[in-house]
T-cell receptor, first 113, second 114 residues
């Protein structure tokens, strides 16, 4: 199993541009999550999904959108990028049953200038 | 909501023991996780406590007291490779998102010196 994969690894965006961060997992996990991590800080939840077709907002959803058309994929869309969205983005997944450990992808480092 | 506190940084010597404390406030506690994160990498799972007491896993142990809203991660026989950030995260059961989300603390950066 590849686990959780994310693309791209790095990206530089200009202010106002849009992009999609891709996340795929091959573990048949129901739950998927998007976090952002600013330098020296913990993880903040952006959006999460409990299964295909179901998504919900986390702590910091403004400026982002998600969709979950399949169990495997959970893309994160940035519209009108702003410098405040400069961060490292992690996707994670976990199975529906315990012990509820989340498995993280390698991250996407995004800079908006 | 939740409030999770942990120290920002700790320094220890190779071979020593370090204890990282985490305090939390939540109305619907349903488990506490510890993750390790090396610089530039993704977090990886270390331990999970849902009942009071100590969970031991090799050189790492984690303790939970639900009545005090307190946990600690104990790292024994420190090695240079243990230099990393350690994240405390609480699983909450409340409302329609019951049990689906984790809230993370800011992380504790541990520096192991020779």
């Amino acid at each position: 199993n590849a686990g959780v994969t994310q693309t791209p690894k790095f990206r530089i965006l200009k202010i106002g541009q849009s992009m999609t961060l891709q996340c795929t997992q091959d573990m048949n996990h129901n739950y998927m999550y998007w976090y952002r991590q600013d330098p020296g800080m913990g993880l903040k939840l952006i959006y999460y999904s409990v299964g295909a077709g179901i998504t919900d907002k986390g702590e910091v959803p403004n400026g982002y959108n998600v969709s979950r058309s399949t169990t495997e994929d959970f893309p994160l869309r940035l519209e009108l990028a702003a410098p405040s969205q400069t961060s490292v983005y992690f996707c994670a997944s976990r199975p529906g049953q315990g012990p509820y450990e989340q498995y993280f992808g390698p991250g996407t480092r995004l800079t908006v200038t | 909501g939740q409030n999770i506190d942990q120290p920002t940084e700790m320094t220890a010597t190779e071979g020593a023991i370090v204890q990282i404390n985490c305090t939390y406030q939540t109305s619907g506690f349903n488990g506490l996780f510890w993750y390790q994160q090396h610089a530039g990498e993704a977090p990886t799972f270390l331990s999970y406590n849902v009942l009071d007491g100590l969970e031991e896993k090799g050189r790492f142990s984690s303790f939970l007291s639900r009545s005090k809203g307190y946990s600690y991660l104990l790292l024994k026989e420190l090695q240079m490779k243990d230099s990393a950030s350690y994240l405390c995260a609480v699983r909450e059961v409340r409302g329609k998102a019951a049990g689906n989300k984790l809230t993370f603390g800011g992380g504790t950066r541990v520096l192991v010196k020779p």
